[in-house]
DNA sequence: CTAAAGCCTCCCCTGTAGGGGAGAGTCAAG
DNA sequence: CTTGACTCTCCCCTACAGGGGAGGCTTTAG
C-alpha cells in the first residue's frame, strides 16, 4: 500500500531530490514515516504531487501552492484565495509582458539605427555608438 | 583630477559597493590605485559608468557589457558584436513574451471558469478544482 | 593630535527550485 | 553473510547584481 520515496518519484516521473524537497517545504508530506526514518507515501501522493505541478505550470510558486494546500488541510476550500491569486498573478503577468514588450521595441529600434551608423565613427571613450549613454 | 570611489559613486549616482562591484567583476576599473590602495578614477570613469548602465537598460548583462568594454580595449568596434547582441536578445524577449502571453491567457481562461464552479463541488482530494492537475 | 569620515578586503546574505555528493544506516536477494 | 540498491541527513552549489557588516588602515578637518 505504501511507496517509499524512490517509487513514488519514479511514477510520477521526477527526482528523489525533487519529492525530498517538496517535503521540506511542506507542499508534499509522507503520510507516516517506517520505523528506520523512511517517508512512506499513500497513492494519493500522486495526486498532490500532480496538483503541484498543474499549480506550478500555471505560474504559481511553491511557497503559494503550500498556502493553498494549508487551507485545504485546515478544511476550508481554497478556491477563494486561488482565484485571487490568479487573477494577480495576470495583472503582474500584464504588467511585466508590458515592459518586456517596451524594451524589445527599444532593442529592434536600436538595431535599425546601428544599421545605419559608421563603425568607423565610433567614439572610443563611450565605448559604442549603438548603445549611447547619453553622455 | 583622480576622484577617489566615493566621489565618483556620487557623481554617478549610485553606491560605492556597485563601484566596487563592477571593478571586480571587470566593467570598470580604476585608472590606478593610490599608495594606500585606493581606487582612483579619470574623468572618464562617469561616460564609463553611464554606457554600463545604458547597456543594462537595453536588457545585456554585466557579463556581456564586460565582453563589449574587452573588444573596445582590445582595440576592435565592438558595433557588429553588439548588433549580434541586441538581436539575439531581441529574439529571446519575442520567445519569453509569447510564453508570458499564453502563460497569462490560461490564468484568465482558469478565471473565467472559477467563477462558473461550485466551490463545495471541490472534491479535496483534488485540493481545488480550480487547478486541474488531470487526476 | 584626535576624531570623523572614507577606504580597504573578506565573508555571508538575498530569491527559486532544486542538484551533487559525503558519510552512514537499511533492506532484499543470492 | 554479503553485496548492491535504496534511503537518511547535512552541507555546499547554481544565476544575477549587488547589500550588509566586521575589522582594520588612511586621510582630512578642526
Not at 89 to 117: F, G, M, N, Q, T
Amino acid at each position: 500500500m505504501a511507496m517509499r520515496i524512490g517509487e513514488l518519484a519514479e511514477r510520477a516521473g521526477t527526482s528523489v531530490k525533487t519529492i525530498r524537497y517538496y517535503d521540506r517545504i511542506g507542499v508534499l508530506r509522507p503520510a507516516e514515516r517506517s520505523e528506520s526514518g523512511y517517508r512512506l507515501y499513500g497513492v494519493d501522493a500522486l495526486d498532490r504531487y500532480r496538483f503541484v505541478r498543474a499549480a506550478q505550470a500555471v505560474g504559481l510558486r511553491l511557497g503559494e501552492i503550500r498556502e493553498i494546500i494549508a487551507l485545504r488541510d485546515g478544511g476550508e476550500t481554497p478556491c477563494g484565495f486561488v482565484v485571487d491569486l490568479i487573477g494577480r498573478r495576470a495583472a503582474e503577468l500584464d504588467a511585466r509582458i508590458a515592459e518586456l514588450v517596451a524594451l524589445r521595441d527599444e532593442l529592434r529600434s536600436l538595431d535599425r539605427r546601428a544599421r545605419r551608423l559608421d563603425p568607423r565613427r565610433c567614439d572610443p571613450r563611450l565605448v559604442c555608438h549603438v548603445i549611447d549613454g547619453g553622455a
